[in-house]
């Protein structure tokens, strides 16, 4: 009964998160989404400010960075969800391991369990020491299940255990770098979903671009999806226009140029299906499984028109299709909704994404093959502009500017 009602109430708001994303998508209509966008709209000048407030402290050295004596790569964007980060983190990470460095991924574990809020008030309460960071892998094994280390640092983690990479979780990410170069002794770290994190400074910043919705309708949060305004692509050190199809877009690449550094590289690259992998990870099989099969999809990600027409793309007839919120954490009754509406339109298969798969509860049993889609990110041009950004992270010691505006 408890579990039941828990999952109504959660329901509930779920629908209006999804509701407010459909307002800043520009999606919903009607009145009640005009007078809410309006709130919203305001509310964004409120947010401008704090923004415009944060970067004057920092240019002013009002406020200080803090160096941690190794190389720090930053991985970010100027807007919520749905750029592809990780894998672009996951491809730095196996480069520059290969290439010998010790590589650390911080990550501030988001929605994990790590350092919840009622943990918080309960340490401040009995003025209890403050935990160390959570090790989610110390590049020999994955020390934490997925809860407590948040779904993508956990999905980094188990990708990249061949390369020997540590990930680590913690919402202060300079104590998280201090603590892997002296626990682990790690020479590169890679700030994911770092760009907005000014307390850490990057030598070099890799700046992520949507080609499919890039900057959304250009306004800042919560009536738009820019953490900062379009200008500020010349904090970055690279720029990658990811999730391309590979066709040109004169217009977007016209505006990286009038925004960017002038020495600033651009790298195109899009994210590939590779294969579909079961999520006890005991069978894997080519795309072409999908081909003329009925399909029922789900997914908690941040842009899921992009999974579904994967599948499509593919040959897949999606008879069944469920989208929750992005990061959402699967409960029994979710799968049981999911499995209940495959089985009613005839599926064959139940496919999801990676990231998605992570989430779902243990030692799940289903009637249908339930199943996910690995990608993984391919440079489609500017090869030897990427080649010269793994140099740079191998090699320079100098400074590059990038992290604060000037």
């Known amino acids: 009964m408890y579990a039941h009602l828990l999952h109504l109430v959660r329901t509930r708001v779920e629908r209006f998160a999804q509701f407010t994303a459909d307002v800043i998508y520009d999606r919903a209509e009607g009145p009640a989404a005009a007078v809410y966008g309006a709130v919203l709209k305001a509310l964004s000048y409120v947010f401008a400010a704090i923004v415009k407030l944060r970067f004057f402290l920092y240019d002013n050295r009002l406020f200080r960075d803090t160096p941690l004596g190794c190389k720090v790569v930053v991985v970010g964007n100027l807007t919520v969800g749905g750029t592809g980060k990780t894998p672009v983190v996951e491809k730095m990470a196996r480069s520059l391991a290969k290439r010998g460095r010790k590589v650390a991924i911080l990550s501030r574990g988001y929605k994990s369990k790590s350092d919840s809020l009622p943990r918080k008030f309960r340490r401040w309460l009995t003025q209890g020491d403050k935990p160390e960071p959570t090790v989610v892998s110390d590049g020999r094994r994955v020390l934490v299940p997925c809860d407590i280390a ?31 170069v002296r626990k682990f002794g790690v020479d590169t770290i890679i700030l994911d979903d770092g760009l907005q994190y000014l307390p850490l400074r990057g030598q070099i910043n ?57 020495e600033a590289g651009v790298i195109e690259c899009a994210h590939r299906p590779k294969c579909l992998r079961s999520t006890d990870h ?125």
Do not use: C
């Open 206 to 262: 890799l700046l992520l671009v949507d080609k499919n919705n890039p900057f959304g309708n250009r306004r800042l949060l919560p009536r738009g999806i820019l953490r900062e305004p379009v200008e500020h692509l010349r904090r970055g050190s690279y720029i990658f226009i990811t999730k391309s199809d590979g066709k040109p877009d004169p217009a977007l690449r016209a505006e990286i140029e009038r925004h960017k550094r002038p």
């Open 150 to 180: 948040g779904d993508e640092p956990y999905m980094l983690a188990r990708n990249l255990l061949p390369e020997g990479v540590v990930v680590v979780v913690n919402r202060d990410r300079v104590e998280a770098g201090a603590y892997a």
């Open 282 to 406: 005991a069978s894997e099989f080519p795309l072409e499984h999908l081909r003329g099969r009925r399909i029922a999809a789900f997914s908690g990600i941040a842009t899921p028109e992009r999974f579904e027409a994967f599948l499509r793309d593919h040959g897949a007839q999606i008879v069944y299709n469920r989208r929750f919120l992005d990061h959402h954490w699967f409960d029994a009754e979710d799968i049981d909704e999911v499995l209940d509406g495959a089985v009613g339109a005839g599926a064959e298969l139940v496919l999801t994404t990676e990231k998605d798969a992570v989430r779902l509860p243990d030692e799940l049993k289903t009637a249908i093959p339930l199943l996910y889609l690995r990608l993984e990110v391919e440079i489609l041009d500017a090869h030897d502009t990427f080649e010269e950004a793994v140099g740079r992270m191998v090699f320079d010691s100098g400074d590059i500017t990038g992290t604060v505006v000037r």
